[in-house]
């Protein structure tokens, strides 16, 4: 009798259903039913703003389309939105379900266009059965999307309708289904061949299910180079025969193989891929055991596949392995696809997404798993091994290279093809403007980073071992000129880049110091006494301290003239590392005199200081902070203006944050200055300029200030700590000022790409400061 679950273990698993079955209904109920709703992008706070949306002023776009149809992408938001239509015959696992069931999993595909791509979508569900009445109304919408993302139709109606379509409209149309998980498939198969050591021309395919997503993998497939003759089809009738009548189409008719085989144990022998798309165990484990030597085998069937992983590697431990699910490796998911190839597609605007555009697709996604894992998807994937190989075939989908990489790859196969309307003369500041929209702070950091190319600058990591620093060294090294040195015992840099699956060794592509065994200990220690031996530090203890404290071995690196910056503070408290830097390399002309941090919020960035270095700061102390500052900023390509903020306003109030607030600006007032500076005043007087003028009609500040500066750090810190949590803000800092560029402290909080940005700041020569 065979092993059955004990019923305490039955009911444990109902009430697990049970509770996953709530919580999705409830994901989809609250706060507000579904996952979608419409925002205005353009202001409606008064008659002048309704005259301009509505009449008279929409009369003006309305003309200018009528007598130019291009103008339909500057003047509304077609440009950037995709219609999502269905019938809803063919979703999911769940069949023909029809079309009002459909909606949620299309309001789905939706908010994945919106998250992955900024895509605007318009879910659209039609209760029409017939293929060619379908195709009529969905040619009608022509006029409301730059591009049609057809789903869940059934085989061989889905056929009908988009070629239908294709031909009459003149904007994209693509059936998800079939090409999305056609162009993921040929991905994942690239990989799986280049890891397996087998060609396209090749190998022997054998694919299971004659519906859409598998009639298009396997066009995909003979695009890629996998000889016609080599494919064998198999739906539930058996063989795809020559003479074979029952169940066919001519999609299916295509593969139609000459042979007197008819089951799928006939013909798995010697297959070098399986490619399932069909339903759950239709592949056994022996069956797998008559397939070639290093097996691929993709068991896509949802939610139960094809053979389940460890079935298939009991018989063949070294088979490579690709199903439908994400908690398996290498899910083929259409979400590594679709947001992107429309992405590229809108921007250029592309009449269709051609062979070439889907190719540009498979190869782009496929190259993209084979670099370096991006420290982005580490993060939001953690415990998975991301290195490529069997288990890494493809990305995951929150890798935030896609877009750019993909999008890129599409639209250039768009112009080089003759599809695109809408041509970029500069593919390259396109991928920047993606990469900016994935990473908040690309545009921001942009002149930074120019400015780092221009010198060789050596940045010396005082946590090396510390797995954000690896990925942001392994990014340094990609990025920009500098040269990363890394302080940390070898052993464990090399274990940790190669679990992490990074390219970056120690010694053939950084500088290492080990704090353990190094070289130059004597030095070290040495240079650290003679600073500090009139300041309580003996000889054993000036060693003590260059065995065990990478932060001031850093410092010691800058001052020995061996490294040009150092950044520090990965963990431990800010004011621990801020003594160190301050013993060993604060001199006549350097001491530190404020932490600012740019924060990029939806709306712009803000400039926020001092946050770390001077708690109650004297009024010489703000007006340097205001002079280092204005200074920074400028490294932004943004022209500063400074607010300082306290309770008080405009000298309403007397306590001693206002009083040193009005001193520091007295000081400022001594000299000309070239920045623009205003204060004391509240947080939104300071970012309202309407609030501001009827507060004080003849204030010097034009516009919203985008530097704040505080009479304490609490304050400056509470406000940072406020908008990074719940305003959603991203945080590039903290930048210390006053110390030359030689040494920044960041948060226990930063991110990779964070260290990566404080590099480009140390990497900056100092004569960029101005």
Not at 333 to 348: E, Q, T, Y
Not at 437 to 465: N, Q, Y
Not at 667 to 689: H, K, S, V
Request: proline share 5%; charged share 25%.
């Amino acid at each position: 009798m065979p092993n059955q679950p004990a019923s305490g273990d039955a009911d444990m698993n109902d009430t697990a259903r049970e509770n996953a079955r709530q919580a999705a209904l409830s994901y989809h109920e609250f706060p507000k039913p579904g996952k979608l709703e419409i925002r205005a992008t353009k202001p409606l706070a008064n008659g002048r703003d309704l005259a301009r949306a509505y009449s008279p002023g929409v009369a003006e776009a309305c003309l200018e389309i009528g007598a130019d149809a291009a103008n339909a992408s500057r003047y509304t938001a077609r440009g950037n939105l995709v219609g999502v239509v269905t019938n809803g015959t063919a979703v999911l696992g769940l069949g023909d379900i029809g079309a009002l069931a459909s909606k949620p999993v299309m309001e789905g595909k939706a908010v994945l266009f919106k998250k992955f791509a900024g895509i605007d979508c318009f879910d659209i569900e039609l209760n029409e059965s017939d293929p060619e009445r379908l195709a009529e109304l969905v040619c009608a919408l022509e006029p409301t999307f730059g591009a049609i993302n057809l789903e869940d139709i059934k085989a061989p109606d889905c056929f009908i309708v988009e070629k239908i379509c294709r031909e009459r409209m003149k904007i994209p149309v693509f059936h998800d289904d079939q090409h999305g998980t056609a162009i993921v498939v040929g991905a994942a198969a690239t990989n799986a061949l280049h890891v397996a050591g087998k060609k396209w021309e090749e190998i022997k395919v054998v694919s299971t299910g004659g519906g859409a997503a598998g009639i298009a993998c396997l066009n995909m497939l003979v695009k890629l180079g996998v000889r016609h003759r080599n494919i064998w089809l198999c739906d539930i009738h058996g063989l795809v025969h020559e003479g074979r009548a029952e169940d066919m189409n001519p999609q299916k008719a295509a593969f139609a193989q000459a042979s007197d085989l008819r089951t799928l144990d006939d013909v798995i022998e010697g297959a070098d891929l399986f490619l399932g798309l069909s339903g759950p165990d239709v592949l056994s484990p022996e069956m797998v055991a008559k397939m070639a030597a290093r097996p691929i085998i993709f068991a896509l069937a949802n939610p139960t596949p094809e053979i389940m992983p460890d079935a298939a590697r009991a018989v063949a431990p070294e088979a490579i392995i690709a199903t439908g699910r994400s908690d398996f490796p290498n899910q083929v998911n259409n979400v590594l696809c679709f947001p992107f190839i429309f992405r590229g597609a809108l921007d250029v605007g592309a009449t269709e997404i051609n062979d070439e555009m889907q190719i540009a697709c498979v190869e782009g996604i496929a190259a993209l798993a084979r670099a370096t894992t991006s420290a982005e998807a580490a993060a939001a994937y953690q415990g998975e091994a991301l290195t490529f190989g069997a288990d890494y075939l493809i990305p995951k989908p929150f890798d935030p290279r896609l877009s750019g990489i993909v999008s890129t790859a599409v639209a250039r196969a768009a112009m080089e093809t003759g599809v695109a309307t809408r041509p970029r003369a500069d593919l390259d500041a396109y991928k920047a403007r993606l990469d900016a929209a994935v990473f908040k702070s690309a545009l921001l950091m942009r002149p930074v980073f120019e400015a780092a190319k221009k010198d060789a600058r050596r940045i010396v990591f005082a946590e090396g071992e510390d797995e954000r620093v690896l990925r942001a060294a392994q990014a340094i090294l990609e990025e920009t000129t500098e040269r990363p040195i890394l302080i940390g015992r070898p052993s464990v840099i090399e274990t940790r880049c190669e679990r992490m699956g990074l390219g970056i060794r120690p010694v053939r592509d950084f500088q290492l110091v080990n704090p353990e065994d190094d070289p130059r200990y004597r030095d070290y220690w040495g240079s650290y006494h003679q600073i500090m031996k009139r300041r309580g530090v003996s000889p054993d203890l000036a060693k003590a301290v260059m065995r065990t404290n990478t932060t001031a071995i850093g410092a010691v690196m800058v001052h020995r003239g061996e490294a040009d910056s150092m950044l520090c503070g990965t963990f431990g408290e800010y004011r621990w590392h801020l003594n160190y830097v301050t013993q060993v390399l604060s001199d006549g002309d350097h001491h530190p005199h404020g932490a600012l941090s740019m924060m990029i919020l939806e709306d712009g960035p803000l400039f926020i200081a001092d946050t770390h270095v001077r708690v109650f700061p004297s009024p010489e102390d703000l007006a340097e902070t205001a002079i280092g500052a204005a200074r920074h900023v400028r490294r932004f390509g943004i022209e500063p203006k400074i607010a300082f903020c306290s309770q008080s306003q405009f000298g309403n109030q007397g306590e001693d944050s206002g009083k040193r607030l009005r001193a520091a600006i007295a000081l400022l007032d001594q000299q000309p200055r070239d920045f623009c500076y205003e204060g004391e005043m509240n947080i939104d007087t300071a970012l309202d300029a309407e609030l501001r003028a009827r507060l004080l009609p003849d204030n010097r500040m034009d516009g919203a200030a985008n530097v704040l500066i505080f009479s304490n750090a609490d304050a400056a810190s509470g406000v940072r700590n406020i908008l990074k949590m719940k305003g959603g803000g991203l945080e590039v800092g903290p930048i210390l000022m006053g110390m030359g560029n030689r040494a920044h402290i960041v948060s226990p909080s930063i991110t990779a790409r964070g260290l990566l940005n404080m590099a480009a700041i140390a990497g900056t020569p100092v004569a960029h400061y101005g």
